[in-house]
């Protein structure tokens, strides 16, 4: 199948072409969705704070607009990202996510971080251009492991306090330097649930754009310890029987589909697909 969605980087210069618009307040939309012909958008009265081709959708361009702040137009309202993922329209949360991420670099990479020096866009890619100190500076991108811990029939799940009411999850953390994903691994379930873990398997991964993390799923099972949850972080920590699961992570999420795949080959049923 051809992709409908192909990132790219396009020259701000050229006119047309479609455009969505990101405040601090989420993606501008009405009731034909979140992209909006580009030239009569920008006539609206905007704060541009940066504009970046980021790619095709059916072949057509499409930039973003990253606003210093919200604006009123009618029949318009704005909406986070979050609320676009759970909706059915993957390839418009999938551009989204792009344009997200290339909006946050944007908006936190006016100024050199090491000279303070405003920098540029370099044309044809995507970088920022510290000229002062011959430095690019490109989109930020953070490794994040997530493990699915499991003994038998039971899964490892947990909840942080930062959770929709009842929801609990895998267990997920940030790489920090110097360590491997299975390092961070290790460290994250010691730090998070206290237990030691054995077997781990990598099963795939996930941009998950909140802001800019890039998820590298596991499987792993239990091999030692009991369960004493981090104490701010995890709020409560349990063994669930694959018969009897708590309310789940969102359909799109890595961590829903480690779940599901496990409960499915537990229980011979048909294999969930990694979402994009
Ligand atoms: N797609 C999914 O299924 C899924 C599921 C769970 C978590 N996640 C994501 O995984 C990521 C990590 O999970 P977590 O929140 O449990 O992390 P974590 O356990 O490492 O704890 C969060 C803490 O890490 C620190 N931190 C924040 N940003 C960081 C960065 N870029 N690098 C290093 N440390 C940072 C902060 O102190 C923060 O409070 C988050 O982005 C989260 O949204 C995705
Ligand atoms: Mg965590
Ligand atoms: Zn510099």
């Not at 541009?48 to 059916?58: C, F, P, T």
């Amino acid at each position: 199948m051809i992709s409908r969605w192909t990132t790219a980087v396009l020259d701000t210069d050229l006119p047309g072409g479609w455009a969505v618009a990101r405040s601090p307040e989420g993606f501008l939309f009405d009731d034909n969705g979140a992209l909006f012909p580009r030239e009569w958008l920008k006539r609206q009265d905007l704060s541009i704070l940066a504009e970046h081709g980021i790619g095709h959708l059916d072949g057509e361009p499409v930039y973003l607009l990253e606003l210093h702040s919200p604006l009123d137009i009618p029949g318009c309202n704005w909406k986070g990202l979050r609320a676009f993922m759970l909706e059915d329209d993957h390839t418009l949360y999938k551009v989204l996510g792009y344009a997200a991420q290339v909006g946050t670099w944007a908006r936190e990479h006016r100024f050199c971080g090491s000279c303070g020096t405003r920098m540029s866009q370099i044309p044809l890619e995507r970088a920022m251009y510290c000229d002062a100190c011959d430095l690019r500076h490109y989109p930020r991108i953070s490794p994040s492991m997530i493990v699915l811990i499991t003994r038998g029939d039971e899964v490892l799940l947990a909840r942080s306090p930062r959770f929709v009411t009842g929801v609990y999850s895998t267990l997920a953390g940030f790489a920090e330097p110097g360590e491997s994903a299975e390092d961070c691994l290790v460290r994250e379930v010691r730090e998070e649930v206290s237990i030691e873990v054995k077997n781990i398997q990598y099963m795939g991964s996930q941009c998950w754009p909140f802001p800019h993390s890039m998820m590298l799923g596991f499987h792993a099972e239990y091999a030692s310890g009991d369960i004493v949850p981090q104490e701010d972080e995890i709020e409560d920590a349990q063994w669930f029987n694959v018969h009897d699961l708590p309310p789940l992570p969102a359909s799109r999420s890595i961590a829903r589909y480690l779940i599901d795949l496990y409960v499915a080959r537990r229980l011979g049923h048909a294999e969930p697909v990694l979402p994009g």
